[in-house]
């Protein structure tokens, strides 16, 4: 589905050359959760914006089902831009709109007709579960429930990869709880590709099935879940699963 | 009594209109003026540090020339679009043109408030330019850009005041005419009071406005 080849990003900046992403080679299957996980500054947020190209790469492609994004014309990238979905971690819903013109936006952008877009934001907002907050604007609701109303915004024009930006990163972890769950059920329901970058690894844990780490710019390594939790060589895995082992293991000596 | 009266009538109907029709017509191009230089801006959408340079050059020219001054440089000017260059009717290019920067650069100021995540999910939901500017931009900062319509009107009233100079009426004009000129005194309170009850009246109502569009925001 997302297929990244030898890609390269270089800032020419005041204070030098900066390398956000040094060679990355990356396989995203079909219907795949795939997380990105490292920590601030490693990148991941250049590598998910290279997906959609709201970042130019320096170098290399970028296969979305087939079309490598770096050579279509604008026109196009519009065009393909519809069919990917892309999520926030502070939201960025239109203030000036409801929780029904939120989501009606990317399908009034698309030309949708005005009885095909009601139709279609009604179910979407169903499908999030905030049918009853329909005419309320952005700064009446909750963090995670403008989250829900990105995830709808962003599934409007079916799209076949959802990139979500540390979606969770400002929710409590009960609301994060919710919203991963969310997730979860859209990719089991639709089989849309979602790539999701994290510095959390309880994010990653919870929703991912393949997972990249990413440090300094380059891709440290990649694999299951399963792998990446077992045999880690990534220092800020290891880190993670210590703790996470020291914290369980205090649990089960408190029962005991 | 009744000549007072009607003086001030004429007047205050003249300063209406020159602040009304200039209100109106910086509004058309003060607008995109201030989109411009906005979006050209560096970082922004249509980044373009050309027209961003040229633009803001021109504008600063604009704002920095005296009023006074800007109604006599503009003589020929106003004598090629409007036919004459004396009267309420020619007083209104040269307010036009001293406000459409002014307001240019309020509308900038506002659009820059515009979160910046805002613009990001447009374009990434392929939003073209023109959708981004006509959708997200200026109804995200209507608010201030009707604050800053506001100001400018109550700026104007103030300008209108020197349009005696080419004969253009007003109160500013009255005021001068016969409160100072002829030492009625009377006159020249009347007409500072209707200019502060002006002024007042269109703050109210462009706070007004504000409020009820961001009840919600």
Redesign the interface.
């Known amino acids: 589905m997302i297929k990244i080849t030898n890609l390269t990003k270089i800032y020419n900046s005041n204070m030098g050359r900066i390398v956000a992403l040094d060679n990355i080679n990356l396989h995203i299957k079909k219907g795949d959760i795939f997380g990105i996980i490292g920590l601030s500054g490693a990148g991941k947020t250049t590598l998910l914006r290279c997906m959609n190209l709201l970042e130019k790469p320096t170098k290399g492609t970028i296969e979305i089902d087939g079309i490598d994004i770096t050579k279509i014309s604008a026109k196009q990238l519009k065009e393909i831009r519809r069919k990917i979905g892309m999520i926030f971690q502070h939201f960025n819903l239109l203030s000036h709109r409801t929780v029904y013109g939120n989501v009606a936006f990317p399908l009034e952008i698309a030309g949708v007709d005005k009885n095909k877009i009601k139709e279609k934001v009604i179910n979407l907002l169903e499908l999030v579960g905030l049918s009853d907050k329909i005419n309320c604007y952005p700064s009446e609701l909750s963090g995670g429930q403008k989250q829900r109303v990105g995830i709808a915004r962003a599934l409007a024009n079916d799209p076949k990869v959802l990139l979500c930006d540390e979606p969770t990163s400002a929710l409590d972890p009960k609301t994060t709880v919710s919203i991963l769950e969310l997730l979860k059920d859209i990719n089991n329901k639709f089989g849309i590709t979602i790539v999701l970058i994290s510095h959390d690894l309880n994010v990653v844990k919870k929703i991912c099935s393949n997972v990249a780490v990413i440090e300094n710019g380059r891709i440290i390594e990649q694999g299951s879940i399963f792998e990446i939790f077992n045999n880690s060589k990534s220092d800020i895995v290891k880190n993670f699963t210590q703790n996470v082992i020291k914290s369980e293991f205090f649990e089960v000596v408190n029962i005991g | 009594m009744a000549e007072t009266i009607n003086l001030l009538l004429s007047s205050t109907l003249e300063t209406l209109y020159m602040v009304f029709a200039s209100v109106f017509i910086a509004s058309i191009l003060g607008i995109p003026l201030g989109v411009l230089l906005m979006v050209t801006d560096k970082g922004q959408i249509l980044q373009n540090e050309i027209l961003n340079k040229i633009l803001s050059s021109i504008v600063n020219i604009f704002r920095s020339i005296p009023f006074v001054i800007l109604l006599i440089i503009l003589i020929p000017f106003t004598r090629f679009l409007v036919g004459k260059s004396i009267g309420t009717t020619a007083a209104i290019v040269p307010l036009s043109i001293a406000a459409i920067p002014f307001l240019g650069r309020l509308v900038e100021t506002a659009l820059r408030e515009v ?1 910046s ?2 613009i ?9 330019y023109m ?1 981004i500017i006509l ?2 931009l200026i ?2 900062a ?1 608010p201030s850009i009707i604050s800053g319509i506001t100001i400018t009107a109550i700026n104007l009233i103030g300008y209108s005041a020197m349009a005696g100079v080419i004969g253009g009426g007003g109160l500013g004009d009255l005021a001068v005419r016969y409160g100072y000129q002829r030492f009625m005194l009377d006159i020249m309170l009347y007409t500072v009071a209707i200019l502060v009850l002006m002024v007042q009246l269109i703050q109210m109502i462009g706070d007004r406005i504000v409020k009820q ?1 961001s009840k ?2």
């Not at chain 2, 990001?120 to 073209?128: D, F, H, K, L, R």
């Open positions: 979160n995540g805002v990001e999910a447009a374009q990434a939901m392929g939003a073209s959708q959708k997200v109804p995200e209507l569009i919600y925001r």
